[in-house]
């Protein structure tokens, strides 16, 4: 049973923009209430790229401030970024993830890549 699903990932230029979606299966949605995006990149380990809270506080890592945007919808079953002016250090398979409440566990989509060059 998929449970979270990533997609919108891909080739763009230097400079360009691309947003990405998370859609959560609804059977999970009562385990969560906030979001994240992670991203490795090869040969680095996965990092925080931005986070939402159930109040919709957001945090970003600071290479991607001003640039990058989390949102989600009404219902909370999709999450989004929003990634402006890209550059090729930016390229790395980007991950969605949902903390469960109460837990130090979560839920992991299974990743989409996206690569920034011309």
């Known amino acids: 049973q998929v449970q979270l699903v990533e997609s919108g990932g891909g080739l763009v230029q230097p400079g360009g923009s691309l947003t990405l979606s998370c859609t959560a299966s609804?059977?999970?949605?009562?385990?969560?209430?906030?979001g994240a995006w992670f991203r490795q990149a090869p040969g680095k380990e996965r990092e925080l790229v931005a986070s939402?809270?159930?109040?919709?506080?957001?945090t970003y890592v600071e290479s991607v401030k001003g640039r990058f945007t989390i949102s989600r919808d009404g219902a909370q079953n999709k999450y989004y970024l929003q990634m402006n002016n890209l550059q090729p250090e930016d390229t790395a398979v980007y991950y969605c993830?949902?903390?469960?409440?109460?837990?130090?566990?979560?839920?992991w989509g299974r990743g989409t890549q996206v690569t920034v060059s011309s």
């Open positions: 609804r059977s999970i949605l009562k385990n969560v209430d906030s």
């Open positions: 993830f949902l903390p469960i409440l109460f837990s130090n566990r979560g839920y």
């Open positions: 939402i809270s159930q109040n919709g506080d957001t």
